[in-house]
C-alpha cells in the first residue's frame, strides 16, 4: 500500500476537464514538492509536472498542477484521446527518507 | 539528446543475483544524481534506490535494504544496482532516471523464478 493514495481509476469525454488527485501526510506532500508523470501503454514514465505546479517543455497548457497542505492534483482540460494513460504522483519521503509514488490512476477517455 | 539505456536483466533463481546497468549519453552524467525505479508488469512504480553525483549519498527503498546496492563509475559513464538476495517479488521491469526524474530510459526485465 503506497505513501501516496490516488484514485485507481478516472474518465471522462473529449473536450472535459478531469482532476485527479494524490493524498499524503505531512511527512511528504506538506514539505515537499510533487511531481506527476504519464505512461502510455508500452513507454516509460514521462514526467508531466514538477515543482507541484510547473510543466517541462512540450507538455501542452492543458495540464495543470497544484498542491495544497498533504494532498495535491493534476487537472487536465480540452480531454483529448490521447491522454489516456496511467498517471502517477511522486514525493519525497521525509521519514522514509526516499521517494514515494502513488499507486496510479488510469484515466479512460469515453 | 538525453537517452538512458539499462541493460542486465534476465530471469534468475529464488536467492540469485543480477547486476544491472545503465548508460547515459546526451548528458553530462556526473553532473546528476540517478535513480532506480521498478514496475511490476501491469502494477504501478516503486522506487527502489537513488544516488547522488559522485556516490557519496545512497538512498534505498525499505525493501530492498541490505540486498540491493547502488553505485555508479563516473570515469565510465555507468550507473549500476547489484541486487542480491532476489525473490519472486523482485520480478520487475526496472528503469533508471536522472535526478528529478525528467528522463527515463526503457527498462531491462528481471524475472525471478524457479
Known amino acids: 500500500q503506497s505513501e501516496l493514495t490516488q484514485p485507481p481509476s478516472a474518465s471522462g469525454t473529449p473536450g472535459q476537464r478531469v482532476i485527479i488527485s494524490c493524498s499524503g501526510s505531512?511527512?511528504?506532500?506538506?514539505?515537499?514538492?510533487v511531481n506527476w508523470f504519464q505512461q502510455l501503454p508500452g513507454t516509460a514514465p514521462k514526467r508531466l509536472m514538477y515543482?507541484?505546479?510547473q510543466r517541462p517543455p512540450g507538455v501542452p497548457d492543458r495540464f495543470s498542477g497544484s498542491k495544497s497542505g498533504t494532498s495535491a492534483t493534476l487537472a487536465i482540460s480540452g480531454l483529448q484521446s490521447e491522454d489516456e494513460a496511467d498517471y502517477y504522483c511522486?514525493?519525497?519521503?521525509?521519514?522514509?527518507?526516499?521517494?514515494?509514488f502513488g499507486g496510479g490512476t488510469k484515466l479512460t477517455v469515453l | 539528446e538525453v537517452q538512458l539505456v539499462e541493460s542486465g536483466g534476465g530471469a534468475v533463481r529464488p536467492g540469485g543475483s543480477l547486476r544491472l546497468s545503465c548508460t547515459p549519453s546526451?548528458?553530462?552524467?556526473?553532473?546528476?544524481?540517478m535513480n532506480w525505479v521498478r514496475q511490476v508488469p501491469g502494477k504501478g512504480l516503486e522506487w527502489v534506490s537513488g544516488?547522488?553525483?559522485?556516490?557519496?549519498?545512497?538512498a534505498y527503498a525499505e525493501y530492498v535494504k541490505g540486498r540491493f546496492t547502488i553505485s555508479r563509475d563516473n570515469a565510465k559513464n555507468s550507473l549500476y544496482l547489484q541486487m542480491n538476495s532476489l525473490t519472486a517479488e523482485d520480478t520487475a521491469l526496472y528503469y533508471c532516471?536522472?535526478?528529478?526524474?525528467?528522463?527515463w530510459g526503457q527498462g531491462t526485465l528481471v524475472t525471478v523464478s524457479s
Open positions: 532516471a536522472r535526478e528529478g526524474f525528467d528522463y
Open positions: 546526451g548528458f553530462t552524467f556526473d553532473d546528476y544524481g
Open positions: 544516488i547522488d553525483w559522485n556516490g557519496a549519498r545512497t
Open positions: 505531512n511527512s511528504n506532500i506538506r514539505y515537499n514538492t
Open positions: 515543482s507541484n505546479s
Open positions: 511522486a514525493v519525497w519521503d521525509d521519514s522514509l527518507n526516499g521517494w514515494v
